[in-house]
């Protein structure tokens, strides 16, 4: 496998650094906002519907949390929240945005070590707010690492196999790693090439799959382990 892959692709939110406890606590905070309106499971659950219903056309990342945030709030309230508490949902988005991206341990130390030593084209494939995930990258210090980023709307065997032909390479010379097996994984498997699952701390219900076990498939706990497979 070593010989073949030419490219290692890596997620970025929960796979080079933290992000999905940020949103956890994010929702802790707008129950609490709506604390008048039902218990926090309800509100959560409402939320959780409010996203679903607008994966369509708002997609991922911060804007269409706030966006569904503040429609759940609308709807759940009738249309009678105040004005007040509207601005705090604002605020709760707002600061999403400027979550630190600190890479986790090790994160840094092992692309440097693939970087230097290994003969490999690393890139980021993520989904998400185009700006957004830029800022991250940015504010991660990691972007030097990297030649190519591919920021998409959403993570399918679709979208793999156009990546796959924009890089101009097999599938079977790409090795994906990432924390998410629904959006990581999977579809690159599917699509012909290699997939690393590092699972994260927090996942969100969204990205909860079944998994299967896989010829093409790696399973580590820590990101430093990456090492022992490439």
Not at 30 to 45: C, N, Q, R, T
Not at 102 to 117: D, G, H, M, Q, R
Not at 180 to 201: C, E, M
Request: overall charge negative.
């Amino acid at each position: 496998m070593k010989d073949r892959i030419k490219v290692v692709a890596f997620d970025a939110d929960d796979t080079l650094w933290e992000n999905q406890l940020y949103f956890d606590e994010a929702e802790d905070r707008f129950s609490e906002v709506l604390s008048a309106y039902g218990d926090a499971e309800y509100v959560k659950k409402e939320l959780f519907k409010t996203e679903m219903q607008n994966m369509g056309t708002l997609g991922y990342g911060v804007m269409a949390f706030t966006l569904s945030m503040m429609e759940t709030a609308l709807r759940l309230s009738r249309d009678t929240i105040p004005a007040s508490a509207l601005h705090r949902i604002y605020d709760i988005g707002r600061e999403l945005l400027a979550n630190p991206a600190t890479p986790y341990p090790e994160v840094e130390k092992t692309l440097e070590t693939i970087s230097s030593a290994r003969p490999y084209k690393l890139i980021v494939i993520t989904k998400g707010n185009t700006t957004d995930q830029e800022n991250k990258l940015e504010r991660s210090g990691l972007t030097r690492f990297f030649s190519h980023i591919e920021i998409v709307p959403d993570k399918t065997e679709e979208a793999y196999r156009k990546i796959i032909d924009v890089l101009g390479i097999r599938s079977e010379e790409l090795l994906m790693v990432g924390n998410s097996f629904k959006s990581d994984i999977a579809p690159v498997l599917k699509a012909g090439g290699y997939g690393v699952h590092i699972p994260a701390k927090s996942t969100w219900q969204h990205e909860v799959a079944e998994e299967f076990d896989h010829p093409g498939l790696f399973r580590i706990k820590e990101f430093k382990e990456l090492l022992d497979i490439i």
